[in-house]
């Protein structure tokens, strides 16, 4: 079992950076990939970045890519996810969840409960 907590959202500029962090107990924290995700009010959840729990692989959706950058510490339990250069687009509630390497919500086992990210234009 693998428990997700997100913190690090709020209010911020277009053009500015925020940084979303997760923490997650459990023991096999380090055994499963992490992925970040987002939904906007009336849209479906979308994939946002994922790390791997080896080698730090990483990918990340079209749309952030060169803005965000996702991180872990396996020793700390934690992930994060860097944003810059924030759009009025990125807002909507993130979230993070462990699970299987890949940009499929349906491969991820744990979900945190969110964070609400907005960007004022």
């Known amino acids: 079992q693998v428990q997700l907590v997100e913190s690090g959202g709020g209010?911020?500029?277009a053009g500015g950076?925020?940084?979303?962090?997760?923490?997650a107990s459990?023991?096999?924290?380090?055994?499963?990939?992490m992925g970040w995700f987002r939904q906007a009010p009336g849209k479906e959840r979308e994939f946002v970045?994922?790390?791997?729990?080896?080698f730090g692989r990483?990918?990340?959706?079209?749309?952030?890519?060169g803005r965000f950058t996702i991180s872990r510490d396996n020793t700390?339990?934690?992930v994060l996810l860097q944003?810059?250069?924030l759009k009025a687009e990125d807002t909507a509630v993130y979230y993070c969840?462990?699970?299987?390497?890949?940009?499929?919500?349906?491969?991820?086992?744990y979900w945190g409960q969110g964070t609400q990210v907005t960007v004022s234009s």
């Open 49 to 54: 970045a994922a790390i791997s729990w080896t």
């Open 11 to 13: 209010l911020v500029q």
């Open 83 to 85: 944003m810059n250069s």
């Open 26 to 33: 459990g023991r096999t924290f380090s055994s499963y990939a």
């Open 76 to 78: 700390a339990n934690t």
């Open 58 to 65: 990483t990918f990340y959706a079209d749309s952030v890519k």
């Open 17 to 23: 950076s925020l940084r979303l962090s997760c923490a």
């Open 97 to 109: 969840a462990a699970g299987v390497y890949s940009s499929s919500p349906d491969t991820y086992n």
